[in-house]
């Protein structure tokens, strides 16, 4: 086989490979822009926004919380609950915060401050503890503003 | 959510997911024509002769890739649309320089390939959610730490080219810390993603420095400790390194603090002084590096020859199966990038980087997108690997870093290589296809 024949085989096939390579790149564009308003997409009307928990920052962001404030249900609204150094919340009478509404646990979780910061814990719940519309996992940082769901009742961190 | 919405979304999940197949069929099918066309040129250069098995090689590659495909197709369908392709590629070049060095090899190459999309195949079927690996994440790290301490055992053990890293079962030797790597990253995302908020925080005072309650590390730090000793006892030098930066990476990520990454540094500056100094292979090896040409026919021998081998490859090589062969020791295994980089010149060995780079830029976007954080971990983990272990073995054979000797994914031969990376490749899929079908979905307190 004469060399020159291998050499522009050879340089085809190196063509061949950036030429897979600029396919690879275009798939890459097509994935990162946002694709053109489609008319499928243009069809479907904006999902409405759902009710989400709004996390209200209040202005000394990054201080240490010092209290927790009913927000719902509306008719305990502004109950306060001084934060000490460890506080359960739950159905149960030895609670150190009885909630005694739909959907919460008998202890249901734990709010706790240590080194001058607060964090929230589940206590295996069979609804789970929401912090900011994200369920707890493990142990959360809880600043000032944030809120937690807990069955139907949603408290502020203040 | 509404039932119209559903159905909307589901149409566009189902409308990116069919974007993206048909995408990965295209680049498939160009990868696949890439391969041959390689595989027939070398055996050109090297009998002048079209190789007599070009029809059974054709039909097993094709049968490989389309069944890689439909899979993924029936049951990943949203998954991203690059991964596969480029690893495809990687593979099938990897193949046909191995099949062009060593007869014998290319053969059991070709099975661990198909052993290696066997085990893609059963990955992705058997992991139906990622959610599932997080809830055995101290499963996995018990089996990462118990597959690290297996070449140990005196038994099953076995010691080959000054590492201890084998294992044989009957006829079969397999590098269980391949396996490892998978399951303690997999361990690390799920300990991370469950604790991170504690990790982030600094709540323990040590003198003047705040640092994280130091009992929240200690699982971690244990899984961390144990695998980098087993690893150094066993002369493992490359992969305790990758083990090291993925370590280090997913913690920086999982907290978000920039320290972990100047304190992960320190440890390894720490870490390599001492090395050099207790080990007289770790300084052989600097030594080596820094100048491999006061031994050229000894121990500088293999890098000195792959520096020629680099040199000779010149722009555009000198042509699939006409380069020297035989000349640099484990050429089908840590050298094949000098290989290819002397038959494809600069030209074929930057389109390799390419795929690495293409595959680790993949593999992060698919933890961008990712919703829920252990997946999003567990696909930096998992990129991170990939794209560090090309690093670590590319940077030896060019003379960038010390040579640790650990294969090249995908493209090196070696079994356990192979089919740890296909399933981790699966893992990176799952991941990338549960993203896509969430995204529509917001999460909701009730």
Known sequence: ?158 | MTVPTRAASEDAVALVSGRRRTTELGLLILAFIVIVGLYALASLGRNASVPANIGPFLAAVLALVLVAHLVVRRVAPAADALLLPLAALLNGMGYVFIARLNDDLAGLQAAWTAAGITCFVLTLVLVRDIKVLQRYRYTFGLIGVLLLLMPLLPVFGNEINGSRIWVSLGPVGFQPGEFAKIALAIFFAGYLQENRELLSVATFRLGPLSIPDPKHFAPILLAWGVALAVMIFQRDLGSALLFFVLFVVMLWVATGRAAYLVAGFILFAAGAALAYRQFSHVQQRVEIWLDPWTDPQGVGYQIVQSVYALSWGGVVGTGPGLGISGRIPFEETDFIFAIIAEELGLLGSTAVLCAFLLMVGSGLRIARRCSDSFGSLLAVGLTTLIGVQAFIIVGGVIRLLPLTGITLPFVSYGGSSLVANYVLLALLLRISDGASRRVPQPVLAR
């Open chain 1, 1 to 158: 086989m004469p060399e020159q024949l291998l050499t522009v085989l050879k340089l085809c096939l190196l063509a061949l490979l950036y030429l897979f390579f600029l396919r690879v790149l275009r798939a890459v564009w097509a994935e990162v822009t946002p694709p053109k308003v489609a008319p499928e997409s243009a069809a479907v009307p904006p999902p409405s926004k759902p009710p989400k928990i709004k996390s209200v920052r209040s202005s000394k962001k990054g201080s240490v919380p010092t209290k927790l404030t009913v927000v719902e249900p509306v008719a305990r609204a502004g109950s306060d609950y001084p934060l000490g150094e460890d506080l359960t919340l739950g159905r149960a009478p030895g609670c150190s915060v009885v909630l005694d509404e739909q959907y919460v646990s008998q202890v249901h979780s734990r709010v706790f401050q240590r080194d001058s910061s607060v964090f929230v814990e589940d206590l295996g719940s069979t609804n789970g503890t929401w912090l900011n519309g994200v369920r707890a996992v493990g142990q959360m940082h809880a600043r000032p503003g944030d809120r937690i769901q807990i069955g139907n009742v949603i408290l502020e961190f203040r």
